[in-house]
């Protein structure tokens, strides 16, 4: 696979995984929700329980974010191995967070740190961006009007 092929790439699929984390909160939100945490009922354990095929998705997404996030290292772009290593830092302390923390502040530890590989995210596609412009021609009007 040649340079360009693997940045279009990663430029084409970081919006994705910014929109997965805002998704994820919103999931988040339906299932371990203020009303839970209020009643203090575990999410398996509700009226509304996610569907199996939910779950499994879910999980599968976030498997395949975590392997985004270390292919980032690969991507010879100034800046985004950078983002990789703050990416693989807040996931690694979020997860940690969340373990020690229970269910009671789990969706409080989820929403600075989704927002947060969103922003990381969009910071990688910025990057890759501005990289393939640079190499490959201007910018399209669509994405940066002046």
């Not at 940045?7 to 929700?33: D, H, K, S, T, W």
């Not at 995210?121 to 940066?144: K, R």
């Amino acid at each position: 696979m040649t340079e360009a092929f693997v940045v279009n790439f990663m430029v084409g699929v970081a919006p994705v995984f910014a929109a997965f984390e805002v998704a994820q909160l919103f999931v988040a939100q339906r299932y371990i929700g203020i009303d839970q945490i209020r009643r203090k009922t575990h999410p398996l354990d509700a009226a509304t329980v996610p569907p199996v095929w939910l779950s499994t998705g879910w999980i599968m997404l976030l498997l395949v974010d975590y392997a985004y996030q270390a292919g980032l290292f690969f991507v010879p772009v100034l800046g985004v191995r950078f983002a990789a290593v703050l990416l693989i830092l807040v996931s690694s302390v979020g997860f940690a967070l969340r373990r020690v923390c229970g269910l009671r502040w789990g969706l409080v530890v989820l929403t600075p740190e989704c927002a947060a590989r969103a922003g990381f995210f969009m910071f990688v596609f910025n990057m890759m961006v501005l990289h393939s412009a640079s190499h490959h021609g201007p910018i399209p009007d669509w994405l940066y009007r002046r």
